[in-house]
Protein backbone atom coordinates (compact mmCIF):
# COMPACT_ATOMS: atom_id res chain seq x y z
CA UNK A 1 0.00 0.00 0.00
CA UNK A 2 1.38 3.45 -0.83
CA UNK A 3 2.51 5.92 1.70
CA UNK A 4 0.34 8.56 1.13
CA UNK A 5 -2.70 6.27 1.23
CA UNK A 6 -1.99 4.60 4.83
CA UNK A 7 -0.96 8.38 5.76
CA UNK A 8 -4.87 9.16 4.66
CA UNK A 9 -6.64 6.55 6.36
CA UNK A 10 -4.77 7.07 9.44
CA UNK A 11 -6.05 10.95 9.46
CA UNK A 12 -9.18 9.81 8.88
CA UNK A 13 -9.37 7.53 11.42
CA UNK A 14 -8.08 10.21 13.81
CA UNK A 15 -10.68 12.31 13.02
CA UNK A 16 -13.50 9.77 13.67
CA UNK A 17 -12.33 9.12 16.95
CA UNK A 18 -11.60 12.31 18.04
CA UNK A 19 -15.88 12.72 17.64
CA UNK A 20 -17.31 16.67 17.25
CA UNK A 21 -15.93 19.45 19.44
CA UNK A 22 -18.34 19.58 22.65
CA UNK A 23 -19.89 23.37 22.71
CA UNK A 24 -21.49 25.08 26.17
CA UNK A 25 -24.17 27.60 26.36
CA UNK A 26 -24.65 30.57 28.79
CA UNK A 27 -27.40 32.90 29.11
CA UNK A 28 -28.22 35.72 31.78
CA UNK A 29 -30.79 37.05 33.51
CA UNK A 30 -30.40 40.11 35.69
CA UNK A 31 -31.84 39.41 38.88
CA UNK A 32 -31.12 42.31 40.90
CA UNK A 33 -29.95 46.31 40.23
CA UNK A 34 -32.65 47.66 37.93
CA UNK A 35 -36.32 47.02 37.40
CA UNK A 36 -38.75 46.65 34.68
CA UNK A 37 -40.97 49.07 33.30
CA UNK A 38 -43.56 46.05 34.57
CA UNK A 39 -42.32 46.16 37.91
CA UNK A 40 -40.41 42.68 37.67
CA UNK A 41 -37.14 42.10 39.25
CA UNK A 42 -35.74 39.43 37.78
CA UNK A 43 -35.66 40.86 34.33
CA UNK A 44 -35.31 37.14 31.27
CA UNK A 45 -34.08 38.98 28.05
CA UNK A 46 -37.09 37.50 25.52
CA UNK A 47 -35.10 37.04 22.09
CA UNK A 48 -31.40 35.63 21.87
CA UNK A 49 -29.30 37.89 20.58
CA UNK A 50 -25.43 37.70 18.87
CA UNK A 51 -22.74 37.96 21.05
CA UNK A 52 -20.54 41.46 21.98
CA UNK A 53 -17.98 39.82 19.64
CA UNK A 54 -20.01 39.94 16.91
CA UNK A 55 -20.29 43.30 14.35
CA UNK A 56 -23.41 44.09 15.46
CA UNK A 57 -25.93 43.36 18.05
CA UNK A 58 -29.78 43.10 17.58
CA UNK A 59 -31.64 45.38 19.93
CA UNK A 60 -35.35 43.89 19.11
CA UNK A 61 -37.02 42.38 21.89
CA UNK A 62 -34.89 43.44 24.44
CA UNK A 63 -36.54 44.41 28.18
CA UNK A 64 -37.99 48.15 29.04
CA UNK A 65 -36.00 49.21 32.33
CA UNK A 66 -36.85 51.74 34.82
CA UNK A 67 -34.58 54.77 34.59
CA UNK A 68 -31.49 54.36 37.92
CA UNK A 69 -31.03 57.21 39.76
CA UNK A 70 -28.38 59.58 38.49
CA UNK A 71 -25.09 59.30 39.60
CA UNK A 72 -25.42 56.50 41.29
CA UNK A 73 -23.20 53.20 41.18
CA UNK A 74 -25.38 50.50 40.30
CA UNK A 75 -24.05 46.66 40.34
CA UNK A 76 -25.96 44.31 38.89
CA UNK A 77 -26.44 40.61 39.80
CA UNK A 78 -26.82 38.38 37.41
CA UNK A 79 -27.63 34.81 37.05
CA UNK A 80 -25.78 32.84 34.43
CA UNK A 81 -27.88 29.38 33.38
CA UNK A 82 -25.94 26.65 31.27
CA UNK A 83 -28.48 26.18 28.82
CA UNK A 84 -26.55 23.53 27.11
CA UNK A 85 -26.82 19.49 27.05
CA UNK A 86 -23.03 19.88 28.21
CA UNK A 87 -21.89 20.09 31.47
CA UNK A 88 -19.20 23.18 32.05
CA UNK A 89 -16.37 23.79 34.26
CA UNK A 90 -15.37 27.30 34.54
CA UNK A 91 -11.46 27.44 34.06
CA UNK A 92 -9.69 28.90 37.25
CA UNK A 93 -8.31 32.06 34.98
CA UNK A 94 -11.03 33.72 33.44
CA UNK A 95 -11.93 36.62 30.75
CA UNK A 96 -13.68 39.63 32.02
CA UNK A 97 -16.54 40.78 30.92
CA UNK A 98 -17.88 42.97 27.51
CA UNK A 99 -19.66 45.99 27.78
CA UNK A 100 -22.05 47.64 25.42
CA UNK A 101 -23.35 50.98 25.53
CA UNK A 102 -26.01 52.98 23.59
CA UNK A 103 -28.15 56.09 23.03
CA UNK A 104 -30.85 56.70 19.91
CA UNK A 105 -34.23 58.26 19.72
CA UNK A 106 -32.57 62.04 19.87
CA UNK A 107 -33.87 64.04 17.10
CA UNK A 108 -31.03 65.33 15.06
CA UNK A 109 -28.52 62.52 16.34
CA UNK A 110 -28.37 58.90 14.79
CA UNK A 111 -27.48 55.88 17.13
CA UNK A 112 -24.54 55.96 18.83
CA UNK A 113 -23.53 52.19 20.04
CA UNK A 114 -19.94 51.41 22.45
CA UNK A 115 -18.87 47.93 22.54
CA UNK A 116 -15.87 46.96 24.61
CA UNK A 117 -14.32 43.93 24.32
CA UNK A 118 -13.47 42.04 27.79
CA UNK A 119 -9.80 40.90 28.24
CA UNK A 120 -8.81 37.33 28.02
CA UNK A 121 -7.48 35.23 31.08
CA UNK A 122 -3.85 34.03 30.13
CA UNK A 123 -2.89 30.75 32.15
CA UNK A 124 0.70 31.03 32.97
CA UNK A 125 1.38 34.49 32.47
CA UNK A 126 -0.29 38.04 32.44
CA UNK A 127 -3.86 38.86 31.34
CA UNK A 128 -4.87 40.99 28.95
CA UNK A 129 -6.61 44.22 29.90
CA UNK A 130 -10.42 44.65 28.74
CA UNK A 131 -11.07 47.49 26.01
CA UNK A 132 -12.35 50.87 26.38
CA UNK A 133 -15.08 52.18 24.35
CA UNK A 134 -16.23 55.76 24.48
CA UNK A 135 -18.82 58.48 22.12
CA UNK A 136 -19.44 61.92 23.98
CA UNK A 137 -21.35 64.43 21.82
CA UNK A 138 -22.88 67.79 22.81
CA UNK A 139 -22.59 67.09 26.85
CA UNK A 140 -22.15 68.84 29.12
CA UNK A 141 -20.99 66.86 32.08
CA UNK A 142 -17.58 64.78 32.01
CA UNK A 143 -17.89 61.27 31.26
CA UNK A 144 -15.18 58.23 31.43
CA UNK A 145 -15.67 54.81 30.36
CA UNK A 146 -13.67 53.03 32.97
CA UNK A 147 -12.27 49.05 32.43
CA UNK A 148 -12.33 46.91 35.32
CA UNK A 149 -8.40 46.05 35.98
CA UNK A 150 -5.71 42.83 35.25
CA UNK A 151 -5.40 41.10 38.43
CA UNK A 152 -2.50 37.94 37.64
CA UNK A 153 -3.59 35.79 34.94
CA UNK A 154 -7.13 37.10 35.04
CA UNK A 155 -8.26 39.33 32.41
CA UNK A 156 -9.84 42.91 32.67
CA UNK A 157 -13.35 43.82 32.16
CA UNK A 158 -14.11 46.04 29.40
CA UNK A 159 -15.89 49.94 30.13
CA UNK A 160 -18.05 51.50 27.34
CA UNK A 161 -19.89 55.10 27.85
CA UNK A 162 -21.99 56.74 25.30
CA UNK A 163 -23.57 60.37 26.00
CA UNK A 164 -25.51 62.13 23.61
CA UNK A 165 -26.87 65.68 24.51
CA UNK A 166 -27.11 64.98 27.77
CA UNK A 167 -28.01 61.79 27.87
CA UNK A 168 -25.72 59.27 29.17
CA UNK A 169 -24.31 56.07 30.38
CA UNK A 170 -21.16 54.14 31.58
CA UNK A 171 -21.04 50.70 31.87
CA UNK A 172 -18.13 48.72 33.53
CA UNK A 173 -17.63 44.82 33.07
CA UNK A 174 -16.69 42.81 36.16
CA UNK A 175 -12.65 41.63 35.85
CA UNK A 176 -11.65 37.85 35.58
CA UNK A 177 -10.80 38.31 39.37
CA UNK A 178 -14.12 39.45 40.09
CA UNK A 179 -15.86 36.81 38.84
CA UNK A 180 -13.24 33.53 40.29
CA UNK A 181 -14.53 34.52 43.15
CA UNK A 182 -17.33 32.83 42.40
CA UNK A 183 -17.32 31.16 39.07
CA UNK A 184 -13.24 29.53 39.20
CA UNK A 185 -13.32 25.72 39.16
CA UNK A 186 -17.33 25.84 39.46
CA UNK A 187 -19.14 23.32 37.60
CA UNK A 188 -22.70 23.78 35.81
CA UNK A 189 -24.64 20.89 35.26
CA UNK A 190 -27.04 21.16 32.21
CA UNK A 191 -29.93 23.56 33.30
CA UNK A 192 -28.30 24.90 36.47
CA UNK A 193 -27.38 28.39 37.37
CA UNK A 194 -25.48 30.64 39.42
CA UNK A 195 -25.74 34.29 40.78
CA UNK A 196 -22.78 36.58 40.65
CA UNK A 197 -23.04 40.10 41.79
CA UNK A 198 -21.85 43.24 40.57
CA UNK A 199 -21.13 41.18 37.11
CA UNK A 200 -21.69 44.52 35.51
CA UNK A 201 -21.76 48.12 37.27
CA UNK A 202 -24.05 51.27 35.75
CA UNK A 203 -21.27 54.23 36.91
CA UNK A 204 -22.92 56.99 35.36
CA UNK A 205 -26.16 57.46 33.53
CA UNK A 206 -28.76 60.77 32.68
CA UNK A 207 -30.98 61.42 30.99
CA UNK A 208 -33.17 65.08 29.81
CA UNK A 209 -34.32 64.43 26.72
CA UNK A 210 -37.41 62.87 26.73
CA UNK A 211 -38.15 60.28 24.56
CA UNK A 212 -34.54 59.26 24.81
CA UNK A 213 -33.55 55.21 24.65
CA UNK A 214 -30.60 54.85 26.53
CA UNK A 215 -29.29 51.42 26.26
CA UNK A 216 -26.48 48.49 27.62
CA UNK A 217 -25.60 44.94 27.39
CA UNK A 218 -22.95 42.58 28.59
CA UNK A 219 -21.50 39.28 27.54
CA UNK A 220 -18.78 36.81 28.51
CA UNK A 221 -15.85 36.20 25.60
CA UNK A 222 -16.01 32.91 24.35
CA UNK A 223 -13.61 30.37 26.36
CA UNK A 224 -12.74 26.58 26.59
CA UNK A 225 -12.07 24.78 29.53
CA UNK A 226 -12.50 21.00 30.32
CA UNK A 227 -12.43 20.32 26.42
CA UNK A 228 -15.73 22.58 26.16
CA UNK A 229 -15.68 25.37 23.83
CA UNK A 230 -18.10 27.88 25.94
CA UNK A 231 -20.04 30.98 24.61
CA UNK A 232 -22.47 33.17 25.60
CA UNK A 233 -25.71 34.65 24.44
CA UNK A 234 -25.76 38.81 24.40
CA UNK A 235 -27.94 40.10 27.25
CA UNK A 236 -29.08 43.92 26.83
CA UNK A 237 -31.79 46.41 28.15
CA UNK A 238 -33.39 49.65 27.66
CA UNK A 239 -33.91 52.29 29.94
CA UNK A 240 -37.83 53.94 29.44
CA UNK A 241 -39.52 56.32 30.95
CA UNK A 242 -41.84 54.66 33.55
CA UNK A 243 -45.40 55.44 33.59
CA UNK A 244 -46.78 57.59 36.42
CA UNK A 245 -48.04 55.53 39.20
CA UNK A 246 -52.04 56.00 39.38
CA UNK A 247 -53.46 55.03 43.23
CA UNK A 248 -55.96 52.58 43.20
CA UNK A 249 -59.35 54.02 43.47
CA UNK A 250 -60.65 54.02 46.63
CA UNK A 251 -64.12 53.04 48.05
CA UNK A 252 -67.24 55.62 47.10
CA UNK A 253 -68.81 57.35 49.79
CA UNK A 254 -71.69 59.93 49.01
CA UNK A 255 -72.01 62.67 51.63
CA UNK A 256 -75.17 63.70 52.53
CA UNK A 257 -76.34 66.82 53.31
CA UNK A 258 -77.75 67.43 56.54
CA UNK A 259 -81.01 69.81 56.69
CA UNK A 260 -80.88 73.24 57.45
CA UNK A 261 -82.02 73.91 61.28
CA UNK A 262 -84.79 76.35 59.83
CA UNK A 263 -86.43 73.81 57.22
CA UNK A 264 -86.06 71.01 60.19
CA UNK A 265 -88.63 73.02 62.29
CA UNK A 266 -90.61 74.01 59.87
CA UNK A 267 -91.35 69.92 58.77
CA UNK A 268 -91.96 69.39 62.33
CA UNK A 269 -94.64 72.36 62.72
CA UNK A 270 -96.45 71.38 59.95
CA UNK A 271 -96.23 67.41 60.96
CA UNK A 272 -98.11 68.86 64.46
CA UNK A 273 -100.93 70.65 62.50
CA UNK A 274 -101.52 68.15 60.37
CA UNK A 275 -101.83 66.08 63.30
CA UNK A 276 -104.14 68.73 65.07
CA UNK A 277 -106.40 69.06 62.03
CA UNK A 278 -107.25 65.28 61.93
CA UNK A 279 -108.01 64.78 65.49
CA UNK A 280 -110.65 67.69 64.91
CA UNK A 281 -112.23 65.95 62.34
CA UNK A 282 -112.55 62.44 64.25
CA UNK A 283 -114.66 64.87 66.93
Not at 50 to 66: H, Q
Not at 163 to 173: K, N
Not at 250 to 265: D, I, K, N, R, Y
Amino acid sequence: MPRFVRHSLLAVALLADAGPAAAGLLTFTVVSGVTAVGGATAIVDPLAQESLSGSTLGMLGSPGLVDPRDGTLLGLTVRITNTSDQGITFASVLPGVSVLSSITGIEGYATRTNVAAGGAGRTGGTGTEGAVSRTVLDLNVPLEATASPVVGSHGGGGGAATGVADCWISVTGASGAELAVYLAGYHLAPGESIDVPDFIRITAFGRSVEGARIAFGFDLPTFSSGGVSVTSGAWTGSFLEAAPEVPPPGPVTAAVPEPHAALTWIGALAGLGWGSLRRRSRG
